[in-house]
């Protein structure tokens, strides 16, 4: 019912910039969170940055200060910007959103995109 595509990701050298996003679609009624979450091989998926409210921020303390995440006034797309990447940084990195598809909560479900694969060079 909702899909979630990413895109933006590729190689970029240490120190350089890199900006993610990620677009919903389908049977959405409301996007209460969005947010990105990083995946290396041999370890779980961890929380990389989450958006409510349309304001309310959270971020990994790895990432403070370094990425930056928005989201559109459409509430259907929400973007990383990511500067002074590093080589530990390097992960598929997924887009996540709770989504509401209908008017209560018991129609909340949090769904997940495919993957994009972000490569830090030193």
């Known amino acids: 019912q909702v899909q979630l595509v990413e895109s933006g990701g590729g190689l970029v050298q240490a120190g350089g910039s890199l900006r993610l996003s990620c677009a919903a679609s389908?049977?959405?009624?409301?996007?209460?969170?969005m947010g990105w979450y990083r995946q290396a091989p041999g370890k779980q998926r961890d929380m990389v940055a989450t958006?409510?409210?349309?304001?309310?921020?959270n971020y990994a303390d790895s990432v403070k200060g370094r990425f930056t995440i928005s989201r559109d006034i459409t509430k259907n797309t929400v973007s990383l910007q990511m500067n002074s990447l590093k080589p530990e940084d390097t992960a598929v990195y997924y887009c996540?959103?709770?989504?509401?598809?209908?008017?209560?909560?018991?129609?909340?479900?949090?769904?997940w995109g495919q993957g994009t694969q972000v490569t830090v060079s030193s």
């Open positions: 996540g959103a709770l989504v509401r598809t209908g008017p209560t909560s018991q129609t909340s479900r949090h769904y």
């Open positions: 389908g049977s959405i009624f409301s996007i209460d969170r």
């Open positions: 958006i409510a409210s349309g304001i309310v921020t």
